[in-house]
């Protein structure tokens, strides 16, 4: 048998040849979806019950282990709520682009990213910048009440100011070495100032 009469068998066993035809004339590439950015800025129902508790679900889970009371923080849909509605669009618009909880501050400006105008202190005195400090940390246990309001938080920090300046060294010191992020931080300021109110 020649070479010819090989191949000519080979192709007899394998089978009737079917011919494929493919349509040039379609694309058959796979649709591929791309979501939308969205440049809008999210309601405060979609960053307080959704977004945040999304983001932090870890973050809540610890403070509930620790015996915190989640309700009264930023992560606390309600008061997230409460708060959303004096927030600034710059505010809202940085929790509609932020990606990891570590952008979410239970103290103002509450997310990271957000420029916030510092109160200047009165005018009537310069006062070293340690009260400043310690005053702005007064001011934000102050922001922790339920009903607080920017008003609450400024008038914290002027009548703070208009004080600190008669208080020792080491008051001002022993409050500005405290890290005020929960409300239950807010006793230690007190601890440190009840020297120059109880003699």
């Not at 015996?67 to 709520?81: A, H, L, M, S, W």
Request: hydrophobic residues 30%; glycine residues 6%.
């Amino acid at each position: 048998m020649s070479f010819i009469g090989l191949v000519s068998c080979h192709q007899n066993v394998s089978g009737p040849q079917v011919e494929t035809k493919v349509d040039d004339s379609v694309d058959q590439t796979p649709e591929v979806q791309v979501p939308e950015k969205k440049d809008e800025i999210l309601s405060c129902g979609e960053i307080c019950y959704e977004k945040i508790p999304d983001i932090c679900a870890e973050k809540i889970g610890e403070i509930i282990l620790d015996g915190g009371d989640v309700d009264k923080t930023i992560y606390g849909d309600q008061f997230c709520g409460t708060l959303c509605e004096t927030w600034t669009d710059k505010t809202r618009e940085c929790f509609s682009s932020i990606e990891s909880c570590e952008n979410v501050k239970n103290t103002p400006p509450y997310c990271d990213g957000v420029v916030v105008e510092v109160v200047d202190p009165p005018e009537k005195e310069k006062l070293d910048s340690a009260c400043h400090r310690a005053c702005k940390k007064y001011a934000t246990c102050a922001g922790f009440a339920d009903d607080a309001t920017p008003a609450d938080t400024k008038s914290a920090y002027t009548s703070c100011y208009s004080e600190c300046g008669a208080w020792s060294e080491a008051t001002v010191n022993c409050i500005n070495s405290k890290a005020i992020r929960w409300p239950a931080d807010c006793m230690h300021l007190s601890r440190c100032a009840l020297k120059e109110y109880v003699q």
